[in-house]
């Protein structure tokens, strides 16, 4: 059994307990996610399965989309509402106006603080485990793409935005600086990750839902690799299938079909058109294929 599965992450748990839950349900030997959610974020958690999780990177770099509400009015230690209060602004106070054009530059590459409170690795050790003993007050920064952020609605102290940004953007982080930028600070009050490349919400499963459909022996659920990344694909001819399956490149002529673009990452697979491995196009002449990863079974 091996794929990629559309979990809705509900609130209040978090990334790596549901990961374990569908890994239980499922009896399988390695599950893995493609981009953790806060606890007390809720929404699309892409989890691969068995094999698939060989694939979890090139998911991670797929765009996220997310609804986020702030609140105006204080800063926490978190960056969101669970964290303890650092400085409060109650008479400080924004228009709906002067917040639109505050978000215009937030577009584009935005520095942001990476929250302390968080799995970012510092030494080896993770940044929350360091700042629960107050090791550290600041874990450095990152360039995050907002490729849009739109205002969904506005009443004083609550806004709500959507925001489309790329792998490894802290919102939470945004807001803060969204808050300090305004004069009036912020936290996240809540945080819903609405797609994930080509996971979409309104596709998405309970960890409820996938234990009644096993119960019912409905594993539709579970996606193949392939649909999901949509890679071109090579043809390995059978003479050439034992060198494949020994991790070695065969030869151009090895290959019944194979794809011309450099740079691309695609699927090799077997005249019975079953996927044994995947590769990579180089520039190298000399060498023009690598073979990446190489699957013992069936994928």
Same mark, same amino acid.
Request: proline fraction near 3%.
């Given at each position: 059994?091996?794929?990629?599965?559309?979990?809705?992450?509900?609130?209040?748990?978090?990334?790596?307990?549901?990961?374990?839950?569908?890994?239980?349900?499922?009896?399988?030997?390695?599950?893995?996610?493609?981009?953790?959610?806060?606890?007390?974020?809720?929404?699309?958690?892409?989890?691969?399965?068995?094999?698939?999780?060989?694939?979890?990177?090139?998911?991670?770099?797929?765009?996220?989309?997310?609804?986020?509400?702030?609140?105006?009015?204080?800063?926490?230690?978190?960056?969101?509402?669970?964290?303890?209060?650092?400085?409060?602004?109650?008479?400080?106070?924004?228009?709906?106006?002067?917040?639109?054009?505050?978000?215009?530059?937030?577009?584009?590459?935005?520095?942001?603080?990476?929250?302390?409170?968080?799995?970012?690795?510092?030494?080896?050790?993770?940044?929350?485990?360091?700042?629960?003993?107050?090791? #550290? +007050?600041?874990?450095? /920064?990152?360039?995050? !793409?907002?490729?849009?952020?739109? %205002?969904?609605?506005?009443?004083?102290? @609550?806004?709500?935005?959507?925001?489309?940004?790329?792998?490894?953007?802290?919102?939470?982080?945004?807001?803060?600086?969204?808050?300090?930028?305004?004069?009036?600070?912020?936290?996240?009050?809540?945080?819903?990750?609405?797609?994930?490349?080509?996971?979409?919400?309104?596709?998405?499963?309970?960890?409820?839902?996938?234990?009644?459909? #096993? +119960?019912?022996?409905? /594993?539709?659920?579970? !996606?193949?690799?392939?649909?999901? %990344?949509?890679?071109?694909?090579?043809? @390995?001819?059978?003479?050439?299938?034992?060198?494949?399956?020994?991790?070695?490149?065969?030869?151009?002529?090895?290959?019944?079909?194979?794809?011309?673009?450099?740079?691309?990452?695609?699927?090799?697979?077997?005249?019975?058109?079953?996927?044994?491995?995947?590769?990579?196009?180089?520039?190298?002449?000399?060498?023009?294929?690598?073979?990446?990863?190489?699957?013992?079974?069936?994928?």
């Amino acid at each position: 059994m091996n794929g990629i599965i559309n979990v809705y992450k509900p609130s209040g748990v978090s990334s790596f307990q549901t990961v374990n839950k569908i890994k239980k349900l499922l009896n399988a030997d390695k599950c893995g996610h493609t981009g953790t959610l806060d606890p007390m974020a809720e929404g699309v958690l892409p989890v691969c399965v068995n094999q698939a999780t060989k694939f979890a990177d090139y998911i991670m770099d797929f765009e996220k989309k997310y609804v986020a509400e702030l609140c105006f009015g204080k800063k926490t230690d978190t960056m969101d509402k669970t964290g303890s209060i650092l400085e409060e602004r109650a008479s400080c106070e924004i228009d709906e106006g002067k917040f639109r054009i505050l978000l215009e530059n937030f577009t584009g590459d935005v520095n942001l603080k990476v929250p302390s409170f968080s799995a970012v690795k510092l030494n080896g050790e993770r940044a929350y485990k360091l700042a629960r003993k107050g090791e #550290i +007050e600041d874990a450095g /920064y990152r360039t995050s !793409k907002i490729k849009e952020m739109e %205002l969904l609605s506005f009443e004083f102290p @609550v806004a709500v935005l959507r925001i489309r940004c790329n792998k490894g953007t802290y919102i939470r982080s945004l807001i803060d600086r969204l808050g300090d930028e305004s004069g009036c600070l912020a936290y996240m009050s809540g945080l819903v990750r609405s797609c994930n490349g080509s996971f979409h919400m309104k596709d998405s499963f309970s960890p409820g839902e996938i234990e009644k459909c #096993i +119960e019912n022996g409905d /594993y539709s659920f579970i !996606k193949n690799v392939n649909d999901i %990344l949509n890679w071109p694909v090579a043809v @390995v001819k059978d003479e050439a299938v034992q060198l494949l399956m020994n991790g070695n490149a065969p030869e151009k002529q090895g290959y019944l079909k194979l794809p011309l673009e450099q740079g691309d990452n695609f699927f090799i697979q077997n005249l019975k058109g079953e996927i044994l491995a995947f590769g990579r196009k180089l520039k190298s002449s000399r060498k023009p294929i690598k073979i990446v990863k190489v699957f013992k079974d069936k994928l």
